[in-house]
């Protein structure tokens, strides 16, 4: 495990994250998954090393509800060192493990493409939080490196394991061409002032949330459409009055796309709009994330509000809220972690079995291409976003060009 924050550990600025994760989601997983003898030995990477005292402690306290979680914390290595920093550190960390076993990087969205390069080049497989890389450059640079080595690359989009987004996609694929999408994903603004080594600095809102419902989108469309223009507008004034970031508040990408037919799938049909739109300066509410989409084709429509499922609950510590186990289920059952069905547990599991299956010889990497979020099958995601960034920062609309013909769908350049 490459980074340390809370998506990892759940620990934030020396204290247990204040979001719905602060018993963390990856470290959690692995921790579990080596408890059942499904994964082996478990290493965890960061940059201070100085936090990692604080980190142990934390995780020990939020695991202790879970029978014998705590206790294997100590066996999980480190790096760096205790007394020492190193920005480099994934490189030794790496070098401990051997080729074919697992590497999940959650760090800054401008650190992914290095790390994961290196991590490929020692010949592991690699699962990477969204956006796996920030430009259309990286990404193919990574396809070709991850071919080069027979590796399993693949970004962690765990809306691919709702199983209301799974059965919306199943749905969307019978109602024929697409006509129309608008998506909404938000988090509270307290969440800057976890974000704020980075926010606004190396990468931005759109690259952090609207990336789960494009990635959705170019999962329901497959093959058969394509994104070729982008337009992105952005709202300003909150982070930086409240924590002097100079980033946008909110984004939102307005993307046409192509619908494609023909014996090469090259004819176009007809095209359609998406909005796709996030935001990081939502009030407190009843959930910690909004996260929702409407989706339009030719013969039929979808609506789905993920944050409310019907389920809510209110008590004197935390008050009134709507609830989500189908994400992670961090209430134990008999004292036992029972979480194991949740997307969010499912979206590492089903990448851990992956890679299993293709190191017994059962399967190969190409057999995963379209079963899993593959580096070969996103291309279309990190264009949109890199595009939508390009747009804000050069104020004009921004063309996806495509002249492979042995791959319509897979973008070949910006202009």
């Not at 070729?228 to 970031?245: D, E, F």
């Not at 939102?252 to 799938?265: A, I, P």
């Amino acid at each position: 495990m490459i980074g340390t924050g809370e998506y990892t550990t759940g620990y934030v600025n020396g204290q247990a994250s204040s979001s719905d994760k602060g018993a963390g989601v990856v470290a959690l997983t692995m921790l579990d998954m080596k408890s059942r003898g499904v994964t082996g030995r478990i290493g965890l990477c960061g940059v201070n090393g100085t936090k990692f005292r604080g980190i142990r402690q934390h995780m020990r306290s939020v695991l202790s509800k879970y029978a014998g979680l705590s206790d294997l914390v100590s066996e999980c290595e480190t790096w760096p060192a205790d007394d020492a920093i190193d920005v480099h550190a994934y490189l030794q960390a790496i070098k401990a493990f051997s080729p074919g076993d697992t590497a999940i990087i959650f760090t800054p969205d401008d650190t992914h493409f290095e790390i994961a390069l290196a991590c490929i080049r020692r010949g592991m497989h690699v699962l990477v939080t969204k956006p796996v890389v920030k430009t259309l450059e990286q990404h193919a640079l990574l396809h070709a490196e991850a071919q080069k080595y027979n590796v399993l690359v693949s970004v962690e989009v765990h809306k691919r394991w709702d199983p209301m987004y799974a059965d919306a996609r199943d749905k969307i694929k019978g109602l024929g061409g697409f006509s129309f999408l608008h998506s909404y994903m938000s988090q509270p603004k307290h969440q800057l002032a976890t974000f704020k080594a980075w926010a606004g600095k190396s990468s931005d809102i759109s690259y952090y949330l609207n990336s789960h419902h494009i990635d959705f989108h170019e999962w329901c469309v497959g093959q058969s459409a394509r994104p070729i223009k982008v337009v992105a507008m952005a709202s300003t004034g909150v982070a930086q009055k409240l924590y002097q970031m100079d980033c946008e508040d909110t984004i939102t990408l307005t993307v046409e796309w192509q619908n494609l037919s023909g014996e090469n799938g090259d004819v176009v049909t007809s095209v359609g709009t998406a909005v796709y739109t996030s935001s990081w300066i939502a009030p407190k509410s009843d959930v910690h994330s909004q996260q929702k989409f409407f989706y339009m084709g030719h013969t039929g429509e979808v609506n789905i509000d993920q944050a409310h499922r019907g389920y809510t609950m209110s008590d004197d510590a935390s008050g009134y809220r709507s609830v989500n186990p189908l994400f992670m289920k961090y209430t134990p059952t008999d004292g036992n972690f029972s979480g194991q069905n949740g997307y969010g547990y499912r979206s590492f599991s089903a990448f851990i079995d992956a890679v299993q299956t293709i190191n017994k010889g059962q399967k190969s990497v190409e057999d995963y291409a379209h079963l899993l979020a593959s580096i070969s099958t996103t291309y279309r995601t990190t264009c949109i976003l890199e595009a939508g960034r390009r747009s804000l920062d050069e104020k004009r609309s921004i063309a996806i060009l495509y002249n492979n013909k042995a791959d319509p769908c897979q973008p070949t350049g910006l202009s």
